[in-house]
T-cell receptor, first 116, second 114 residues
Framework: GAVVSQHPSRVICKSGTSVKIECRSLDFQATTMFWYRQFPKQSLMLMATSNEGSKATYEQGVEKDKFLINHASLTLSTLTVTSAHPEDSSFYIC????????????FGNGTRLTVT | AQSVAQPEDQVNVAEGNPLTVKCTYSVSGNPYLFWYVQYPNRGLQFLLKYITGDNLVKGSYGFEAEFNKSQTSFHLKKPSALVSDSALYFCAVRDINSGYALNFGKGTSLLVTP
């Protein structure tokens, strides 16, 4: 089946630094990838839709300058959390779809970000 | 907006008993509904989906879900629960307004006891 690889799985960084999270589709091409954020014991909130070769579409309330998304190829999207603060600590999960728009999303294993 | 609701934060069931995890939906147009399972510190695994056709959808690991249009529900079921089914379960609906992303319910924690 389709595999989405996300790296790193865990990262601890100091406040004010930037962190990059990679999301790769290993055995398929993904023109669109989705980035979600999950708070402890809460649901997944869509942050942005990453489109290959164009700008990402951000959901309302998500700061595009803080959460930089780059989708430079059909198999790689990156999320960079810039000038991280403790409130950015969360579980970030990427996903991609194989095939048509009624197909399920396939998810990476997530990245646990802790900002100290 | 397309949304789903999971009314239960937690469901407890004894191993071997049937389980049901509830989900209701609110959509404009035809609903595209999904169930996912999440284990601790992991991403989500796809269980099953309803697009059209038979109201009873069979999925992975022995799970099934029943689509009920009159009750706007899409409950997840399994005839005989396993301890290993203990996890967090999410119902989701496709959102055409967000590039066909999925909108998730808040999740239901399933605990299966031996």
């Amino acid at each position: 089946g389709a595999v989405v690889s996300q790296h790193p799985s865990r990262v601890i960084c100091k406040s004010g630094t930037s962190v990059k999270i990679e999301c790769r589709s290993l055995d398929f091409q993904a023109t669109t990838m989705f980035w979600y954020r999950q708070f402890p014991k809460q649901s997944l909130m869509l942050m942005a839709t990453s489109n290959e070769g164009s700008k990402a579409t951000y959901e309302q309330g998500v700061e595009k300058d803080k959460f930089l998304i780059n989708h430079a190829s059909l198999t790689l999207s990156t999320l960079t959390v810039t000038s991280a603060h403790p409130e950015d600590s969360s579980f970030y999960i990427c996903s991609a779809r194989v095939g048509q728009q009624n197909s399920p999303l396939h998810f990476g294993n997530g990245t646990r970000l802790t900002v100290t | 907006a397309q949304s789903v609701a999971q009314p239960e934060d937690q469901v407890n069931v004894a191993e071997g008993n049937p389980l049901t995890v509830k989900c209701t939906y609110s959509v404009s147009g035809n609903p595209y509904l999904f169930w996912y399972v999440q284990y601790p510190n992991r991403g989500l695994q796809f269980l099953l989906k309803y697009i059209t056709g038979d109201n009873l959808v069979k999925g992975s690991y022995g799970f099934e879900a029943e689509f009920n249009k009159s009750q706007t529900s899409f409950h997840l079921k399994k005839p005989s629960a396993l301890v290993s089914d203990s996890a967090l379960y999410f119902c989701a609906v496709r959102d055409i307004n967000s590039g066909y992303a999925l909108n998730f319910g808040k999740g239901t924690s399933l605990l299966v006891t031996p």
